[in-house]
């Protein structure tokens, strides 16, 4: 059975620094596209992060360009999301998506496009 298991979320002040990790068990991140969303209370979701699962194409939403970084280790079967520069309006749930189809430039923050999610980590950005 495919399941991810997210972690690394917090509170953090404002400027602040988190890593969340998204670990896979069940099948081997190696085959699958990994996108991080979030949703914000009263919010829909919002694509975050993606890396493609072949060259490792990296895609952000414009927002966190320059303050996130996702990266995966095949050999942990995880990716990351390094998140640093934090904002009060980064502040939600953060879930890991998989999916073994392509994903490009127009598809990759595409909910629906994900055929398997993990339960989120909540970040919390205040002072």
């Known amino acids: 059975q495919l399941q991810f298991v997210e972690s690394g979320g917090g509170l953090v002040q404002p400027g602040g620094s988190l890593r969340l990790s998204c670990a896979a068990s069940g099948f081997t991140l190696d085959y699958y596209n990994i996108g991080w969303f979030r949703q914000a209370p009263g919010k829909e979701h919002e694509g975050v992060s993606c890396?493609?699962?072949?060259?490792?194409?990296?895609y952000y939403v414009d927002s966190v360009k320059g303050r996130f970084t996702i990266s995966r280790d095949n050999a942990k079967n995880t990716v990351y999301l390094q998140m640093n520069s934090l904002k009060p309006e980064d502040t939600a749930v953060y879930y890991c998506?998989?999916?073994?189809w392509g994903v490009g430039e127009n598809s990759w923050d595409t909910f629906s496009v994900y055929d398997y999610w993990g339960q989120g980590t909540l970040v919390t950005v205040s002072s």
């Open positions: 890396i493609s699962k072949s060259e490792g194409s990296t």
């Open positions: 998506g998989a999916t073994p």
